[in-house]
């Protein structure tokens, strides 16, 4: 009875949390019918509401290219609109400015190590004009993942991974997360060449759960 009731105030603050990165988009970028969006690392198997919030609210479904990794089973029965290209997690079969907008919602800490962080934010960079990513806060004190306390960020990535396999859930170990804090984000980007940016904070009982990172070829004062 406790896990259910968990996991349903989870599926809340998860629902709620996406409709409020939605919200900052439209109002940051304000894209219209004609706008081009790429959105990088869509969800094939669906398990909660909020999975591709973008596609299940945008109302240009046509304007959206989706890139992942593997071919996909469900998403195109889904989102018939929506144009889908695989890759291998390298770069982006894209030539340069492709697209108008590049969305990336709780990708960037799943990539892998720093280097791949590079080469993603560098490829989101070449491809599309404007940049509008997310990721959760190192620093929030629950791993939103894992729903561990406080150990993700006091403890190094070694030693947390090795706590993951001692608890069962080496799923979220090596690659699989990578999580940021707001220093990290500034140095990743800053490794980049990106130095017109904005980051909001996303706030949950007073700590930051997530950042919200735009970029791009625009006066990012109206954003």
């Known amino acids: 009875m406790l896990a259910k009731t968990i996991q349903n105030i989870r599926v809340k603050i998860s629902i709620y949390n996406r409709t409020r990165k939605y919200n900052t988009f439209k ?11 790429l959105d990088v690392g869509y969800t094939d198997t669906e398990v909660a509401e909020s999975y591709n919030f973008l596609e299940k609210n945008y109302p240009y ?3 959206i290219t989706a890139l992942g990794l593997a071919e996909p089973q469900y998403f195109q029965k889904r989102y018939p ?12 079969p894209f030539e340069d400015k492709t697209f108008d907008v ?3 919602n709780a990708v960037l800490e799943h990539v892998g190590n720093k280097e791949k962080q590079k080469l993603f934010l560098s490829e989101i960079k070449r491809v599309a004009k404007l940049a509008f990513i997310t990721t959760p806060n190192k620093h929030f004190p629950i791993e939103i993942h894992t ?4 150990l993700h960020f006091l403890l190094s990535k070694e030693m947390f991974d090795k706590y993951l396999c001692l608890i069962g859930k080496e799923w979220g ?8 804090s707001l220093k990290d984000i500034k140095e990743l980007l800053a490794s980049v060449g990106v130095s017109n940016y904005k980051i909001i904070r996303n706030k949950l009982a007073g700590f930051t759960l997530d950042f919200v990172i735009i970029f ?8």
Do not use: H, M, R
């Open 27 to 37: 109002e940051s970028v304000k894209p219209n019918s004609q706008t081009t969006i």
């Open 102 to 104: 590049c969305w990336s």
């Open 147 to 150: 729903n561990v306390f406080l």
């Open 81 to 92: 609109q929506v144009k889908t290209v695989t890759y291998d997690g390298g770069k982006f």
């Open 216 to 223: 791009g070829d625009v006066d990012l004062s109206l954003a």
């Open 61 to 63: 479904p046509q304007n």
């Open 173 to 180: 170990t090596g690659d699989w997360l990578n999580l940021l």
